[in-house]
């Protein structure tokens, strides 16, 4: 299967990967900042005193960021986890809408997810809430964040439902399923 929205799929995981880039340069300049003051003073010298303010609480918000804008990506790249032990032995006949079900399942609890989200970012900026942290960083960022990366799973799972739905009525026999092997072959 061909993803129309490729590219805005491809884009989240931009973004998860310099989610998880930043956080390893976070982390290494700590590790780094930490390293050279042990030196200093094994040497007799005063601490330079150089940190990162609120390093875990930024890193904590990249890895939940990294985890959702890669949502999209890795659905349409077959990367998700899927039991198909069972489906897998029926006829693709019966098999296509096993699959419809299942992507009507996952929709619309990423809808119900995505709605809540939409909810909390609303909350966030009506209330003004920010971090508890060393930082006060507005919540509605990494919300906002979260609420991009659910979406992008939504547009997703619904490219893939209409697909599935189309091969249904017109085909159902000649459904089957799509692997990370084979999309990697396409490309």
């Known amino acids: 299967m061909i993803f129309k929205f490729d590219k805005l799929y491809r884009l989240g995981a931009w973004g998860a990967a310099a989610c998880m880039i930043t956080i390893c340069v976070l982390i290494s300049l700590q590790v780094a900042f930490r390293l050279m003051d042990a030196g200093l003073v094994l040497t007799g010298l005063r601490r330079t005193g150089l940190s990162i303010t609120g390093v875990s609480e930024l890193a904590s918000y990249l890895l939940v960021g990294a985890t959702f804008l890669g949502l999209a990506y890795t659905f349409v790249h077959h990367a998700h986890i899927r039991v198909t032990l069972l489906i897998s032995r029926l006829p693709s006949a019966i098999r ?4 419809v079900f299942g992507l009507l399942v996952a929709l619309t609890l990423s809808l119900l997810l995505g709605y809540g989200l939409i909810e909390l970012v609303r909350e966030s900026l009506h209330f003004n809430d920010v971090s508890s942290g060393f930082l006060s960083i507005p919540l509605w960022i990494p919300q ?44």
């Open 144 to 187: 906002t964040v979260l609420v991009t990366g659910v979406g992008l799973l939504c547009l997703a799972l619904l490219e893939a439902l209409v697909f599935a739905l189309r091969i249904a009525a017109r085909d159902p026999s000649s459904f089957r399923e799509a692997t990370a092997t084979e999309d990697s072959e396409t490309r």
């Open 96 to 99: 296509v809408w096993f699959e």
